[in-house]
């Protein structure tokens, strides 16, 4: 998957793709703990977030793969921007997400960021624009609630 940068109004750089080993990933995470964008009370602090950042709400990297911008709630009441990525050659199934830590220079991969977020669990999601392919959101713009099955893939 292609390299791509995102960068927020700042001048902060992100780098979404994981271009460090687990290991090197988890130890500059341990030596650094990330402080995550979210915890908003109203989405629209998450519109706002994810606006900053210069790149456009769906990303195609062909192969039914899409990097979008996204917006999730969790059990705690709680928003959070992402940006997901989307596989539409399995209906739109959600693969993977990244988080975007202020104290990196890089997306955290969910995998990665699970020790970081104290029991917080994504409950539904919305993408910031419609994606035709996407046989899970069904009722956009509304939240979709994640499928019991996906909900450990992204966090």
């Known amino acids: 998957m292609p390299l791509l940068g995102l960068q927020l109004p700042d001048g902060t750089i992100f780098q979404t793709v ?15 703990k990330p402080v995550f964008y979210g915890q908003y009370q109203k989405e629209l602090n998450c519109i706002r977030t994810l606006a900053g950042i210069e790149i ?6 062909g192969e039914g793969i899409h990097y979008m911008k996204a917006i999730i709630f969790c059990n705690n009441g709680l928003y959070h921007p992402i940006i997901l990525v ?7 199934e959600v693969i993977d997400g990244r988080l975007i830590s202020r104290k990196h220079d890089f997306l955290v991969p ?11 669990y994504p409950v539904s999601y919305k993408t910031l624009e419609k994606l035709d ?19 450990p893939k992204v966090l």
């Open 18 to 32: 994981n271009h460090y080993k687990d290991e090197s990933m988890q130890q500059m995470l341990s030596t650094k």
């Open 56 to 61: 456009p709400p769906l990303q195609n990297f």
């Open 86 to 92: 989307i596989d539409t050659n399995h209906g739109g």
């Open 110 to 120: 969910c995998n990665h960021a699970k020790p970081f977020i104290n029991n917080t």
């Open 133 to 151: 392919d996407d046989m899970q959101q069904v009722g956009w713009p509304a939240y979709t609630p994640f499928p019991d099955n996906q909900i």
